[in-house]
């Protein structure tokens, strides 16, 4: 593959690289800038980011947010690695195309229905039960039901490069049938759990349409605060609130790419070492 | 012992399968039966402000009426129909952009080393785990009025007033493509790595001209991806709120803001129940159709 790349090649690509991060860059920029006019250069300050930590309002909103993220991610994971190894192990049973539907369609179902659906059953659920209420709870049943779709995606696709014999042979030596997978699969899909965990959380900390429609009084997630403030006009400290997110992010990709890049070396390289 | 063994070696299967598909079905897909049934009643001003479809007369009779002025609403206002085919309309034409712009991003990247290739990919996917909304709120830094764009090319003299960019379509547009680009680079790419270039040469030895072997050869191969990376930026972009809220003006009416404003705004449940059904009918229909079709192409 490696020859020359033409000129005008390369130049679109920076061109295209170049509108995904001026933008972003530009935004870091105007973070630290003193003056409130945002065509005006007024000088160095981090002052948007102290004001940022006496906003009770964008602080009460990040830890919701968080929390929400947290609980999402891991119920997720665990209800699509269940419909992934459903989908991989078990060839026919009820319900299996069922289940594929429901596992592919919050892929392509555009947001604003999915989370006007989810609202009018939640507010009969509440009408008819009594639960749930919104905020909290409807919002995490809400993101759970997407992000299980993109985590079974995942791990299906990494449960069917594993490698059968491992848990086979565990089998022949007298493991139960879970204790087998749990044994050898399990450590090789990890890493396909642990990115899928990081995408759920990032989904779900970035959701704006979905929570919107399914929370209550109260219960503000963080994007739907920025949202309302962006609506109102340019607000500087969510120049340094959205610099704040955007660093966090990078940096956990990045390491999180690290370390799992090292991981899968190390494992590989185990594996070598014992053929020899 | 071995009675129970059998039962959970027959059954067992369910403790894994039933919890996802119990969860789903009643949370991802009981909601658009009810939404179904919520297209057909009436506003009302109570809480839940739709009447009920069923309901028990006072002579134990069971009661069923169905209103479909909700739906005959939808076709009699033209606002629906124009702002679906409007969604259509900038769906696809951000896609092809997408498609031009991307299509030569991917196979720039697809010809770099493997290292490179890995630093360049990692690069194009970043800004996809950061947060959507603050991206498109990014954007609107640098092309609002006096916004980077705009002080780059009044300082630069290529214009003499500010473009007015912000709240038209050519925003909508900016921040669509600007949003999507990543999954469109991302299939073509995966598509274009795996081309035998070995085709290319046999297409060259045999006298073909560069720009000839792209279309006989390249092209074709590399349908998969096109398609791919095309559903990926077409299908959210036709729902799309965020970006015809904040950066498009009043002109740009997306299917996805007209849903919004219809719930939060008129509080008209049932018609934006229509709206979204009719909306499911019509997207997510052939959608499924093509994925059922691409699929088993897949595995034959």
Redesign the interface.
Known sequence: MQERVPYSLLSILGLGLALIYVPIFVLIAYSFNASSLVSVWGGFTTGWYTQLLHNDQVLDAAWLSLKIGVVVSTCAVVLGTLAAISLVRFRKFRGRLLLTGMVNAPLVMPEIITGITQLLLFISMLHVFGWPHRGFTTIVIAHIAFCTAYVTITVRSRLMMADRSLEEAAMDLGSGPVRAFVDTTLPGIAPALASSWLLSFTLSLDDLVISSFVSGPGASTLPMVIFSKVKLGVTPDVNALASLIIGAVGVCVVLAGYLMRRGERLRLQGIHASDV | MSLRGDWLERN??WF??F???A???V??????A??FR?SLADTALHV?PYTDIVSVTTDGHINLSLNLGNFKYLFADPVYALSYLYSLKTAFFSTLICLA??Y??A????????STQSI?L??????F???????V??????I?E???LN?ALLWLGLIHAPLQIMRTTTAVYLGI??SY??FM?LPLFATLEKLD?SLLEAASDLGSPPWRAFLDVTLPLSMPGVIAGS?LVF??A??E??IP??LGGPDNLMI?RV??DE?FGNRD?PV??AV?IV??VL??GP??VY?HYSTKELEA
Not at chain 2, 129 to 135: E, I, V
């Open positions: 067992g299967k894994i399968i919890p996802p598909l969860f789903l079905f949370f991802f897909l009981i909601p658009f009810y939404a919520i839940p712009l991307g030569p991003m196979y720039a990247i697809a010809r770099t080393s493997k360049l990692l690069v194009i996917i970043l800004p785990w950061t947060s959507f909304l603050l991206r709120y990014a954007l609107e830094g640098v609002r006096n916004g980077l002080s493509i600007y680009l990543p680079v270039r559903m299908i959210p036709i729902g709120f965020v809220t904040l996805g849903l919004w719930f449940w934006a129940s979204a909306f499911l997207l997510v959608i499924a994925q």
